[in-house]
């Protein structure tokens, strides 16, 4: 392992467990992975997030293969399948956090709510229907949904974040359960006003340049 390889394992790790201290995961749950020379590197099957270390991130292939003896996230396909399908991201992520896995288990994508929506590419977070998890058909599942977009839903599972970076996957996932849980109280305020597309059409546009350049 050279010290190119070493940093993005490093990585990985240092995401996952950002995932879990901000309670987008707990325990075994959800996936992480990086775009990584002609492949990508991704977090192994059912091991808890503190005993993650560089070691124990599997390095996977574009056609699927990974080395004997390792055993990586049983949602790689979906994180392959984005990865090879969308070169403008470099870093998939995979959470069960409360208020998006609420909404995913209602079947329900979120609408226009707030206008940081805009930071998942369009006026609304759509919500892929259901599919056993990983497998073939939860994958292009989940490739329809983000079509267009950064993020979705899986109903009746969880969230997918995809980014160009880490750094920007993991936000982009703190971002959609933070407006899920806004939509959510606001669904028990009243009736929540929903935005026009042509107001988060020039948000989106605004977006590419400012801060983390959010609309990517």
């Known amino acids: 392992m050279d010290a190119q390889e070493r940093q993005a394992r490093e990585g990985v790790v240092a995401a996952a467990r950002e995932l879990d201290a901000q309670g987008l995961n707990r325990g075994t749950s959800g996936n992480v992975s990086c ?9 192994p099957s059912g091991v808890p997030v503190q005993d993650l270390t560089p070691g124990s991130i599997v390095p996977m292939g574009l056609d699927g293969s990974f080395p004997a003896g390792t055993k990586p996230s049983s949602e790689w396909r979906f994180h392959r399948d984005i990865l090879a399908a969308r070169p403008e991201v470099g870093a998939v992520v995979h959470a069960h956090p409360v ?3 609420g909404f995913a288990i209602c079947g329900r994508e979120i609408p226009a709510v707030h206008y940081m929506i805009a930071a998942f590419g369009g006026p609304t977070v759509r919500c892929a229907p259901y599919a056993p998890y990983g497998t073939e058909a939860l994958s292009r599942l989940a490739l329809d949904a983000l079509e267009g977009r950064s993020c979705c839903l899986l109903a009746n599972h969880g969230m997918i974040a995809a ?7 993991v936000w982009l996932a703190q971002e959609l359960e933070t407006l899920c849980h806004q939509y959510a109280v606001a669904l028990q305020v009243g009736t929540p006003q929903v935005l026009p597309d042509s107001e988060i059409a020039e948000t989106v546009g605004r ?3 400012y801060g983390l350049n959010v609309a990517r």
């Open 163 to 169: 980014g160009a970076d880490l750094t920007r996957a």
């Open 207 to 209: 977006f590419r340049g």
């Open 35 to 43: 775009r990584f020379r002609d492949g990508l590197l991704i977090t």
């Open 99 to 101: 208020y998006c896995t």
